[in-house]
Structures are given as structure tokens and as C-alpha cells.
């Protein structure tokens, strides 16, 4: 595990005229559901307008925005943690798992790998880790779209096979609605065990 973060005033320096690689993942923080990460690799001849945050775009435009990606990027690939992977090793090092997937999935090998956030996977090669880079790099704002519209697609199918959780309106996340609806029904195949609200219906 590497600490690289960088100031959070300052733009980071990142090698010029390298095969980048963007990476970030979707699902910390939700008490059902896998980990999602992505890592992208844009084409600079096929710019994309309007990438950014995931967080700060709406649902309809971070769709778009997934689909132009997919297009125009040179390689693009998800990669995932499982629930009882999170269970096994901690939701911190599921993330790390994820994205470290993801990066290795891409049919293009990268020079240079930025990571949204503090900490970087173990990867073979050169990497940096970027505070709020998915608002500030390119390559990392194109990873948390598609990202979280991959996660966010699972969760609205999940939410069919367990319809009275409410996943396709709140994705897991911790909500009043679904924190009530583990107190009701109890604990799914889906849900994190190790997280204290999932512990906490199951000793019910």
C-alpha cells in the first residue's frame, strides 16, 4: 500500500507523453453490493466534453457521458470486489482489489497510472495517487463514470430479485429506508456482513 497524496491546492504533476491510465471506484460506502472500480486510457484525439466528479453530474448526463466514453476511449475495463471478498479482507483493501483488476484488465498496458484519492493499488507500474482527481484529471473523472453507472446498473437489477430493499433508489447506500428494511427483513446474500448496520440486524 503506497501513500502518494498530493497537495490539494495544487494541480499534480503528471508525466507528459505517457500511456495514462485513470482509475477510481464506486461502492465504499454502501452495506450491500460489490466494489466497482474502473481505469480508462482516453484517446487525446477524440476529446469527450463535459467529463467530470461522477457525484456532481446527474444520473441522465454521467449515462451519456458512460456511452461516449466506451466509444472514444483507447481501452477501458472494469474490475470488481466481491461482498465476501469486502467480508474477508476490509472494504479499504476490497477498493485497493478492485482497482488493481481493473487496471490489469485494460487490452492496452499503461506507462503511468493516476488513482483518485490517497492510496494507490499494487501495480507494475509507475503510479500517483491524486486527492479530488476525479475532478481533476480527465482520465480519473472518465473511471468514476463508468464506474458508478456500471454499479449503479447492478444495483437497479439487483433491486428486482430483493424489490422491498429499495436498491434501485438508494444503491446500498445506508439510507433511513434501508437501514429500516434490514431491521424488517434481515440480511440478504448481498449485504456486507462486516459492516456494522448489516451486524447489527443479524444479532437481532
Known amino acids: 500500500m503506497k501513500d502518494q497524496s498530493s497537495s490539494q491546492y495544487d494541480l499534480p504533476a503528471i508525466p507528459e507523453n505517457v500511456i495514462l491510465a485513470g482509475v477510481d471506484e464506486v461502492g465504499r460506502g454502501p452495506l450491500?453490493?460489490?466494489v466497482v472500480a474502473a481505469a480508462v486510457i482516453l484517446d487525446e484525439t477524440r476529446p469527450i466534453a463535459g467529463l467530470n466528479d461522477s457525484k456532481?453530474?446527474?444520473e441522465k448526463k454521467r449515462e451519456l457521458l458512460a456511452l461516449d466514453i466506451q466509444q472514444k476511449a483507447k481501452a477501458w475495463a472494469l474490475g470488481r470486489a466481491e461482498v465476501e471478498e469486502i467480508d474477508q479482507i476490509n472494504?479499504?483493501?476490497?477498493s485497493l482489489l478492485a482497482m488493481r483488476r481493473a487496471v490489469l484488465a485494460?487490452?492496452?498496458?499503461?506507462?503511468h497510472v493516476v488513482v483518485d484519492g490517497k492510496f494507490c493499488p499494487e501495480l507494475p507500474y509507475?503510479?500517483?495517487a491524486i486527492i479530488k482527481g476525479d475532478g481533476l484529471i480527465a482520465e480519473i473523472s472518465a473511471a468514476s463514470?463508468?464506474?458508478k453507472v456500471a454499479r449503479d446498473n447492478?444495483?437497479?437489477?439487483?433491486?428486482k430479485q430483493y424489490p422491498e430493499y429499495g436498491f434501485a433508489k438508494h444503491k446500498g447506500y445506508p439510507t433511513k429506508q434501508h437501514r429500516l428494511a434490514l431491521q424488517q427483513y434481515g440480511a440478504t446474500p448481498i449485504h456486507r456482513r462486516s459492516f456494522a448496520p448489516?451486524?447489527?440486524?443479524?444479532n437481532l
Not at 91 to 94: D, E, G, P, S, V
Not at 154 to 159: G, S, W
Not at 198 to 202: G, I, P, R, T
Open 32 to 34: 450491500a453490493g460489490a
Open 154 to 159: 447492478e444495483m437497479c437489477e439487483l433491486d
Open 126 to 128: 509507475s503510479t500517483q
Open 198 to 202: 448489516v451486524q447489527a440486524c443479524l
Open 91 to 94: 472494504i479499504f483493501q476490497a
Open 106 to 111: 485494460l487490452d492496452i498496458q499503461p506507462e
Open 145 to 147: 463514470i463508468i464506474a
Open 56 to 58: 456532481k453530474l446527474s
